[in-house]
């Protein structure tokens, strides 16, 4: 677990040094074509010399996954051109927030919204921030593969299978206003002139591959060689970012 922020305003060499010497890993930044809070390809420098590493989250207006199957389209095709403006690297992750209380009626339209997303952003990890109930039916839905939850709404639940977790909103940190996050892995992070830290297993992939360790678990008596082939399973499981089980 690595501990890191989020916030709308941008870094300076100053604050971003700051922060990584408090311990902080990494910070989410938008990435939107425009406004106050969009990262640019300054900052990105500036957050990567510094020694954190960027999450990239596109967020115009807080219901925007309402707009379904075309707003995903088009804020996908948005994403993947300021992606390319700052300098975020392909292999890397684009996150999509659902930044709003959904309902379950508002559900099959926030899946269009996040699977058109990752329509469009080829090259690129497909990543939603949202609640607990929006992480959980995009998953199951198969619409993306990395996830990024909020507390906010959550209403005390939290997934099994999160990259990233967003455990406090509304902080003050080296005076800028912050929400406080921690990360488990394959998240999809970037940095400017380095390859990104994700991992390339799908979850496809890996599920050709988990019948074949259930093989062996199942024709062993042996209790240590069944666990063995329990946790290769598991760790397939991790690297495709699918729960254990």
């Keep these: 677990m690595t501990k890191g922020f989020d916030c709308s305003t941008p870094l300076t060499a100053q604050t971003a040094a700051a922060f990584f010497k408090d311990g902080y890993e990494f910070v989410a930044r938008y990435l939107v074509p425009s406004g106050y809070k969009a990262l640019t390809k300054s900052e990105a420098n500036?957050?990567?010399?510094?020694?954190?590493?960027i999450v990239s989250v596109y967020e115009t207006t807080a219901s925007r996954a309402l707009g379904g199957r075309s707003a995903g389209l088009a804020d996908g095709a948005t994403a993947?051109?300021?992606a390319a403006a700052v300098g975020q690297?392909?292999?890397?992750?684009?996150?999509?927030a659902?930044?709003?209380?959904a309902v379950d009626g508002q559900l099959p339209t926030v899946i269009a919204y996040i699977r058109a997303a990752?329509?469009?952003?080829?090259?690129?990890?497909?990543?939603v921030y949202g609640s607990y109930k929006v992480i959980e039916a995009v998953r199951a839905a198969g619409a993306c593969s990395r996830f990024w939850q909020t507390y906010a709404w959550s209403r005390g639940s939290k997934s099994a299978f999160l990259n990233l977790y967003q455990y406090q909103n509304d902080m003050t940190a080296h005076g800028i206003s912050v929400d406080y996050d921690e990360s488990y892995g394959?998240?999809?992070?970037?940095?400017?002139?380095?390859?990104?830290v994700t991992n390339s297993?799908?979850?496809k992939d890996a599920n050709l591959i988990i019948p074949?360790?259930?093989?062996?678990?199942?024709?062993?008596?042996?209790?240590?060689?069944?666990?063995?082939?329990?946790?290769?399973?598991?760790?397939?499981?991790?690297?495709?970012?699918?729960?254990?089980?």
Excluded: M
């Design 186 to 196: 394959n998240e999809g992070w970037w940095q400017i002139g380095a390859s990104p």
């Design 212 to 245: 074949f360790l259930a093989a062996g678990y199942n024709a062993t008596a042996y209790p240590a060689a069944r666990a063995e082939f329990h946790r290769l399973a598991n760790e397939l499981r991790k690297a495709s970012s699918q729960p254990e089980e």
């Design 118 to 127: 990752s329509e469009a952003t080829p090259g690129f990890y497909t990543g």
């Design 201 to 203: 297993l799908s979850a």
């Design 89 to 96: 690297p392909v292999g890397s992750c684009i996150y999509f």
């Design 46 to 53: 500036i957050i990567s010399t510094a020694g954190l590493q």
């Design 80 to 82: 993947l051109q300021v």
């Design 98 to 101: 659902v930044d709003f209380d």
